[in-house]
């Protein structure tokens, strides 16, 4: 019933950009906090960028300045642009849906993911 379908990844030379999708369906998008996070072989999932439902950003250092996170509630779809892409920026790409603001509901949930492979 809910579904987070993650698009828009693929393999890039440094450099260069890639815009993720993410289109939410089984849910009151507006009132969530939306989530970029990613997650290499080998190592934990990150955060890479969120923004609220009023529209506020948060971003990881290491992306700060190259990645731009937004939202568009009236296609309850979220973005994430990215610049100058880095080796580094290599990983499986999800997206998450948050909110935590009734005692009755709450929820995180998370998409498939989508693959960001970045040659150097």
């Known amino acids: 019933q809910v579904q987070l379908v993650e698009s828009g990844g693929g393999l890039v030379q440094a450099g260069g950009s890639l815009r993720l999708s993410c289109a939410a369906s089984?849910?009151?998008?507006?009132?969530?906090?939306m989530g970029w996070y990613r997650q290499a072989p080998g190592k934990q999932r990150e955060l890479v960028a969120t923004i609220t439902s009023g529209a506020s950003t948060n971003y990881a250092d290491s992306v700060k300045g190259r990645f731009t996170i937004s939202r568009d509630n009236a296609k309850n779809t979220v973005y994430l642009q990215m610049n100058s892409l880095k080796p580094e920026d290599t990983a499986v790409y999800y997206c998450?849906?948050?909110?935590?603001?009734?005692?009755?509901?709450?929820?995180?949930?998370w998409g498939q993911g989508t693959q960001v492979t970045v040659s150097s």
């Open positions: 089984g849910i009151i998008f507006s009132i969530n906090t």
């Open positions: 998450n849906a948050h909110y935590n603001g009734s005692y009755y509901l709450n929820y995180d949930y």
